[in-house]
């Protein structure tokens, strides 16, 4: 495979289901995202992972827990969410060096919340 | 607050015509400005990076970028309907670790027919 893949593309989950979205990139990146779009408003970034360690945690709900193991995967583990959290989850990854910053998106997760 | 500004549109323009997409940003200290195309209910999808003053050319797109007016602007040249889609603009800092890329809300284009 190539570029960056998500699974699962849909989820419908309950408020007390616990559930992970998962990314991979394939393009010898090392740093790596996970962004909220909801309608109508711009992306927003909830984690970064450069280099496997966790440098950005943008006042995200603890009900959103991330894991990075490694500078190719990236989880999102979900508990207890509200249906406001209803939305397309974006996994990116780019170069976490150097003079570009292009980030390549993978197909995102839509996640319904019941 | 750091933004990237853009009008929401939609933004209609006949098929073969020039489509202008225009974009501002607050931060004098972005350096590097990217546009990206999202079809309805799909990621978004890099088509375009500019650092420097002036055009960059790529195929039927041509991206424009005045640092000193903080404005960075995306044409299409012959615009087909499959140029149908929200365009965002995005811009980032020097590379840094707590630099991150600010998007705009996008502007949706649509080619008529």
């Known amino acids: 495979e190539t570029g960056v893949t998500q699974t699962p593309r849909h989820l419908v989950m309950g408020m007390t289901n616990k559930k992970s979205l998962k990314c991979e990139q394939h393009l010898g990146h090392n740093a790596m995202y996970w962004y909220k779009q909801s309608a109508k408003k711009p992306l927003e970034l909830m984690f970064v992972y450069s280099l496997e360690e966790r440098v950005e945690n943008n006042s995200v709900p603890s009900r959103f827990s991330p894991e990075c193991p490694n500078s190719s995967h990236l989880f999102l583990h979900l508990h207890t969410l509200q249906p406001e959290d209803s939305a397309l989850y974006l996994c990116?990854?780019?170069?976490?060096?150097?003079?570009?910053?292009?980030?390549?998106f993978g197909p995102g997760t839509r996640l319904t919340v019941t | 607050q750091k933004e990237v500004e853009q009008n929401s549109g939609p933004l209609s323009v006949p098929e073969g015509a020039i489509a202008s997409l225009n974009c501002t940003y607050s931060?004098?200290?972005?350096?590097?400005f990217f546009w990206y195309r999202q079809y309805s209910g799909k990621s978004p999808e890099l088509i375009m990076s500019i650092y420097s003053n002036g055009d960059k050319e790529d195929g039927r797109f041509t991206a424009q970028l005045n640092k000193a007016s903080q404005y960075v602007s995306l044409l299409i040249r012959d615009s087909q309907p499959s140029d149908s889609a929200t365009y965002l603009c995005a811009s980032q800092r020097p590379m840094n670790r707590d630099d991150k890329i600010i998007f705009g809300k996008g502007t949706r284009l649509h080619i008529l027919p």
């Open positions: 931060d004098r200290g972005s350096q590097s």
């Open positions: 990116a990854s780019s170069q976490a060096q150097g003079a570009a910053y292009e980030q390549y």
